[in-house]
C-alpha cells in the first residue's frame, strides 16, 4: 500500500507561485498513474491534473497553461507547479495514487478512480 505525504503549500500572493511535491513510500510508485485533486471550503474535490506511467498528461480545462504536473520516479514523487495563482485557486491540495490504470484512463477525473490519497497541503492565495 502507497503512502502519500503532500508538501509545498502555504500563503501566497495572487500572480505567485507554488510548487507542491508528494511523495510515496512504496517501492512500486513507477507502476501507478498519479493525480492531483483540491478541495475548497464546502465544496467537491474536484480533479486538478494527472500523469501516467508513461509520462502523458491530463488536465483540468481550467487550468490548462498556469499548472504543470510532473514525477520523478528515481524519487517517487510527483509534482504540481503552479503558476499565476488566482484567489479561486485557495484549497487543499490532495495528491492521489491510480493502481488500476497506470496509462490512460478516461476515468481520470473520478476520485473513485484513485486507491491512495494522501493527507493534503493547504494553498492559499490572497487577492
Known amino acids: 500500500q502507497e503512502q502519500l505525504v503532500e508538501s509545498g503549500g502555504g500563503l501566497v500572493q495572487a500572480g505567485g507561485s507554488l510548487r507542491l511535491s508528494c511523495a510515496a513510500s512504496?517501492?512500486?510508485?513507477?507502476?501507478?498513474?498519479m493525480g492531483w485533486f483540491r478541495q475548497a471550503p464546502r465544496k467537491e474535490r474536484v480533479f486538478v491534473a494527472r500523469?501516467?506511467?508513461?509520462?502523458?498528461?491530463n488536465y483540468a480545462d481550467s487550468l490548462k497553461g498556469r499548472f504543470t504536473i510532473s514525477r520523478d520516479n528515481t524519487i517517487n514523487t510527483v509534482y504540481l507547479q503552479m503558476n499565476n495563482l488566482r484567489p479561486e485557486d485557495t484549497a487543499v491540495y490532495y495528491c492521489a495514487a491510480d493502481r488500476r490504470s497506470p496509462n490512460y484512463s478516461p476515468n481520470y477525473a473520478r476520485t473513485t478512480q484513485y486507491n491512495f490519497w494522501g493527507q493534503g497541503t493547504q494553498v492559499t492565495v490572497s487577492s
Open positions: 500523469i501516467d506511467t508513461s509520462g502523458g498528461t
Open positions: 512504496g517501492r512500486t510508485f513507477s507502476r501507478y498513474a
